[in-house]
Each structure stands twice: as structure tokens, then as C-alpha cells.
């Protein structure tokens, strides 16, 4: 695989406190089953114990099953539509073109990615997914109806990495594994660990945070308002490089910290590649 024409930042997104202000069901899904949030995720997570089941599991299920009771149909429409309730952080529907311009005038092309524990039919229905090259979130399997039926594909708090080395080696489609898995040198990968931001908010980000931080990434906790104990806690274990408020704002810190760090890849990106056009020319 040779190296794309310009070098590639990746920027990779938790969704749910990370993006918008709370999980993506709470703005319209749960609301529909007259409940309150408290309530909902209070039995996903008595289901999950009693069951000694996966929480992310645990929750699709319960999704499917309360409105079954409620005699709602969860179809990728009703999901989709949901996607239009989401609020977000501050500054965040602007963002993108923003952080796109920033790597253009960089010599750098940069590419948004999501990796979250929701639901992607809801996310497909907000403003922003038309910014993100790709998105890995959890999936349902639809009957001939269109109703949903099964999890088609879930992303849990540990097996979020896998979507790290995808992005990483440009093995974007869930169903690829054996190219997934094949040897790839480091210098032949699409988009270097080096050359990957990681933004979530918690503990459920950690092994993400953690994984690209150790190969030279960098990693962002971010925080609503003064609620900064978890952020803090990160930073403290040394998991992630930068803690600062979800505020996506032009001139806020988080864009500051960002535009740093793109400056930091092109300027690194640049002394390689003529490097490499050295060595090259020393062979010929």
C-alpha cells in the first residue's frame, strides 16, 4: 500500500457526552416509552447483572423489548428520525468544516471518524453525519417489514479498538477480517497511530485513549462544564494527553489543542517525506 498523496489526520469521536450533551436515547426514545432516563438505563443494568450479560447487548435487547410493550415498532426510520432531537456541545455543527480548512491551509487532509457504544441509524439521522468518513456504532437486523429484530453489529467499551486498526490499515468495512488481520508494515498503513486524535469523554473511551496514545497519537478527554473529575482522573493515570471542556467553539481550548496538534503531524509528516525523497535519491 503506498502513501496516500497527502498525509491523512484521523480524528476519531465517541458520540453520546462527547459529541451531544447525553446518551443519543435519551433526547427521544426513551421518552417515548414513558420513562424517565433514571428508569430505563436503571433496568438495562439489573437485565445485564441478572443475566450476566454485556451491558451493550443488555440494552439493545431492552430497547427492543419495551417497545414491544409499549406497542411501538423500532424500524431505521423511526430510528433515523430520532437523529433530528440530538443536541450538541457548543460549537459542535460547525466543527468540522472549520478543522477541515485548518488541515487544508496544513498540507494535511483530515478525516472525522465516529466509534460509539449507540445506535447508528440515529446517528445517520443528525445534522453531523454527513461529516464523518465513517461511522462504527451499534446496528439492527431488520425483517422483511423493516422492523428491528436482532443486533446486527455492537460496539462495546473493549472491542472499540478493533475500529482503530481499521481505520489504522484503511480496512473500513466490519465484514473484512481477513484483511483486517493481514501484515501490514507501520510505514505502509494508511493512517499512522501517530497521526490519530482520539475525543471521549470517560472511562469507557479508556482502551481507545490508551491505545492510541501509546502508539503516538494523541488523546483528548473532554468535559461538560466544571464536571471535569473523570477528565482529571484520566490525565491523572496518564491515559490520555489533554483534558478540557466539550467546547467545540472557534478560539475555545479543545480548538486550540486540536489545531496544535495538526500543526505538530504536518510539520513532522513533512520532514519524512523528504527524507524519504532523499533516501530515494541516494538509491537511484
Request: glycine share 6%; aromatic share 10%; net charge neutral.
Amino acid at each position: 500500500m503506498s502513501k496516500p498523496q497527502k498525509p491523512i489526520i484521523a480524528i476519531m469521536y465517541d458520540f453520546d457526552k462527547t459529541l451531544c450533551t447525553r446518551d443519543m436515547q435519551e433526547y427521544g426514545f426513551i421518552p417515548s416509552l414513558n420513562m424517565t432516563s433514571q428508569e430505563f438505563w436503571g433496568e438495562v443494568g439489573t437485565l445485564s447483572k441478572e443475566k450476566v450479560m454485556d451491558p451493550i447487548l443488555a440494552y439493545l435487547y431492552h430497547m427492543l423489548k419495551k417497545a414491544q410493550e409499549k406497542g411501538l415498532s423500532i424500524t431505521k426510520d423511526s430510528l433515523v428520525s430520532l437523529g433530528g432531537d440530538i443536541q450538541y456541545y457548543p460549537g459542535v455543527e460547525e466543527w468540522f468544516e472549520r478543522i477541515n480548512e485548518y488541515g487544508r491551509e496544513n498540507g494535511v487532509e483530515i478525516e472525522h471518524y465516529v466509534i460509539s457504544s449507540g445506535i447508528k441509524e440515529i446517528i445517520e439521522g443528525s445534522t453531523i453525519n454527513k461529516h464523518f468518513k465513517k461511522v462504527y456504532a451499534c446496528e439492527f437486523l431488520y425483517d422483511q417489514n423493516g422492523k428491528a429484530v436482532w443486533p446486527k453489529l455492537t460496539v462495546n467499551y473493549t472491542n472499540k479498538t478493533q475500529f482503530l486498526f481499521r481505520i489504522n490499515k484503511g480496512v473500513l468495512d466490519v465484514w473484512e477480517d481477513e484483511k483486517l488481520n493481514a501484515f501490514v508494515p507501520e510505514d505502509e498503513r494508511r493512517v499512522p497511530f501517530k497521526n490519530m486524535i482520539y475525543i471521549g469523554d470517560g472511562l469507557t473511551d479508556v482502551p481507545c485513549m490508551r491505545l492510541v496514545k501509546a502508539n503516538n497519537g494523541q488523546s483528548i478527554a473532554v468535559f461538560h462544564k466544571r464536571k471535569k473529575e473523570i477528565a482529571a482522573q484520566l490525565l491523572a493515570e496518564n491515559r490520555v494527553d489533554f483534558i478540557t471542556e466539550a467546547n467545540y467553539s472557534k478560539n475555545s481550548e479543545l480548538d486550540g489543542i486540536v489545531k496544535t496538534i495538526i500543526e505538530k503531524i504536518a510539520v513532522v509528516e513533512k520532514l519524512a517525506r523528504l527524507h524519504d525523497k532523499h533516501q530515494k535519491s541516494i538509491k537511484e
